[in-house]
């Protein structure tokens, strides 16, 4: 006689473990990681409920964006908040706030700017963790790649993102992300618009550029993800950097909102406090996630960063993100190292 088949009770996709699968397998984790988390999903082995799972939220989407474009995929990172985190995220779903975007299967395309790196994800959780640190401040980020981080300083409201990078071909493919997640991009920006998110995407090879080309940018916040590797573009990378955090005279000499020029230091002093506007701005302050892959080339960083006058604070074991992305097995927080970048001898207004 046959025995009829003990039907399989549905899975419940925001339970933990369901979220964690659909998102592992979304991001493109690698194959074993997702056999780890569909074998949680099913107790221990990928039960029958645990394939039509994922057949039904994961693989019969309808959405074409998920799937191949020659070497390119679209990764699509799934943020899960812990309980209590509510403002932060997406009105569409319970728990999750999830980008798509398009990467490259091959590292190195775009200047290696078409894949996503661990240190934009490290900064990209520092975003979503500490949104007080960027909402309602002017970010410009440096080396930007796939533009994951200009999404999250959207999502909590900076009041510009300026994102750049040296390579064209990254800077398309970062147009192509920011559009896909419905950001607007201003190709110039105007002041005073009224649109609520801005965001620019610039042309910056560090070794060309010149003051003159960043006179008015104004940054509140710097961003550089996983950008020290390379000894040959540090000089230009820290000069770069001391140009975006120490505003001098050649800089920007428009007394704005209370800015003023003075002639007889050379410099343009900025004054901070008593605006015209009424707020008070802060010295800008550069936030540098990195991975040391070679210890020599990190301390070439540091001692071109001293002779720029440019003070560093290493914020590793004090400013930390939440592990809004714990599905993701092949990224590990605790190998991004943080830096906060000022500059020591700017000229403050009095
Ligand atoms: C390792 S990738 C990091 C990309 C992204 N920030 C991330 O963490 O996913 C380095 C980025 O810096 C950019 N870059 C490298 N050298 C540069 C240069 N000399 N000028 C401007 N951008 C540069 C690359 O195009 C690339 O987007």
């Known amino acids: 006689m046959a025995t009829a088949a003990v039907e399989e009770q549905e899975l419940d996709p925001s339970l933990p473990a369901c979220v964690n699968l659909i998102s592992a397998i979304l991001a493109m984790e690698p194959s074993d990681l997702v056999i780890s988390h569909a074998r949680a999903c099913g107790g221990g082995s990928i039960t ?7 057949w039904d939220h994961c693989l019969s989407t309808p959405d074409d964006s998920f799937g191949k474009r020659d070497t390119r995929v679209c990764k699509r990172i799934s943020y899960i908040f812990p309980d ?4 932060l995220q997406s009105k569409q779903h319970s728990r999750a706030l999830v980008f798509t975007l398009q990467c490259s299967l091959n590292m190195l395309e775009g200047d290696t700017g078409c894949s996503i790196w661990p240190s934009s994800l490290f900064l990209s959780e520092l975003i979503l963790s500490h949104p007080k640190l960027f909402s309602n401040k002017s970010c410009f980020e440096i080396g930007s790649g796939v533009g994951l981080v200009g999404l999250c300083l959207a999502h909590v409201k900076a009041s510009k993102v ?3 990078d040296g390579d064209l071909s990254t800077l398309a493919n970062m147009k192509f992300n920011l559009e896909l997640n419905h950001l607007n991009i201003e190709t110039d920006m105007p002041q005073g618009s009224e649109n609520p998110i801005m965001v620019k995407c610039m042309h910056l090879p560090w070794e060309s550029t010149s003051e003159s080309q960043l006179q008015d940018i104004v940054p509140d916040v710097v961003l550089g993800a996983d950008v020290i590797y390379d000894p040959v573009c540090l000089p230009h990378l ?4 001391a140009i975006l955090l120490n505003r001098t005279k050649s800089d920007s000499c428009k007394p704005e909102n209370g800015d003023a020029c003075d002639e007889s230091v050379g410099r343009c002093k900025v004054v901070y406090n008593g605006r015209a506007d009424g707020k008070s701005k802060e010295a800008p302050v550069a936030y540098i996630a990195y991975v040391i892959r070679n210890i020599e080339t ?3 960083f540091l001692s071109l960063a001293k002779q720029a006058n440019l003070d560093i ?4 074991d004090s400013l930390k993100p939440l592990n809004l992305l714990r599905y993701m097995q092949s990224y590990n927080q605790t190998h991004v190292k943080l830096l ?3 500059c ?3 000229v403050m207004g009095a």
């Not at 209590?84 to 403002?87: A, L, V, Y």
């Not at 820290?238 to 950097?241: M, N």
């Not at 604070?313 to 590793?316: K, P, Q, R």
């Open 48 to 54: 029958e409920s645990v394939q039509k799972f994922i």
């Open 313 to 316: 604070m290493d914020l590793s």
């Open 238 to 241: 820290v000069r770069v950097l």
């Open 340 to 342: 906060s970048i000022t």
């Open 84 to 87: 209590g985190c509510s403002e």
């Open 162 to 164: 300026i994102l750049s």
């Open 298 to 300: 990190f301390d070439y």
């Open 344 to 346: 020591s001898n700017r």
